[in-house]
Structure formats: structure tokens, C-alpha cells
């Protein structure tokens, strides 16, 4: 069974940074588009960053400059490294693969 795995979530103070990882079980990243969404209390699930399966790249605009996406495609792992936080960032951050989410990761950007 394909699982998604997130992990490196935690508390951080305004201007830290985090990275998050995606391990993904019986499945490979490479043949898939995959991406990050975050929630954050009483909103919507929204996109973050997304690698399409010809590897073109987008951000949503509140994280251009700050975050940026990549995958190892040898490991099945994808990575979001996240800085100049902000508290806006706070949220549940889920990794997503074409049909498939991660159970998600609570970040916290607190001072």
C-alpha cells in the first residue's frame, strides 16, 4: 500500500526557518506531479508549491522567495524548505502526490 509520510514540522519564531520531508512507500515520485498544501485553522486546504511530472515548478504567491520545493527522486522523498517564516505560515502542511495525501505536519511559526 503507497503510503506518504511527513516529517520536520515544529514550533519556530518569526524569520526561522524548517524543512519538510515527504517519504513516499511503494511508490516512486517521479512519474507523478507532487506537491504541498497547508491549512491553516477555519480556512480552506490550499495549494503551496507544486512539481508537475515535467518538472515545471509553481509557488503560490505568499510563499514566492521564501519557500522552495524539490525531490530526490532516487530516495522517493520530497522536500518543502521553508524560510523567513512568518505567522501566517501556521498550519497543517500536507504532502500530496497525484491521488494520494500525507496525513500532514503542524507548523508553527510563534514567538
Known amino acids: 500500500q503507497v503510503q506518504l509520510v511527513e516529517s520536520g514540522g515544529g514550533l519556530v519564531q518569526p524569520g526561522g526557518s524548517l524543512r519538510l520531508s515527504c517519504a513516499a512507500s511503494?511508490?516512486?515520485?517521479?512519474?507523478?506531479?507532487v506537491g504541498w498544501y497547508r491549512q491553516a485553522p477555519g480556512k480552506q486546504r490550499e495549494l503551496v508549491a507544486v512539481i508537475g511530472r515535467d518538472g515545471t515548478i509553481s509557488y503560490a504567491d505568499s510563499v514566492k522567495g521564501r519557500f522552495t520545493i524539490s525531490r530526490d527522486n532516487a530516495k522517493n522523498t520530497m522536500y518543502l524548505q521553508m524560510n523567513s517564516l512568518k505567522a501566517e505560515d501556521t498550519a497543517v502542511y500536507y504532502c500530496w502526490r497525484t491521488g494520494l495525501w500525507g496525513q500532514g505536519t503542524q507548523v508553527t511559526v510563534s514567538s
Open positions: 511503494g511508490s516512486a515520485f517521479s512519474s507523478y506531479a
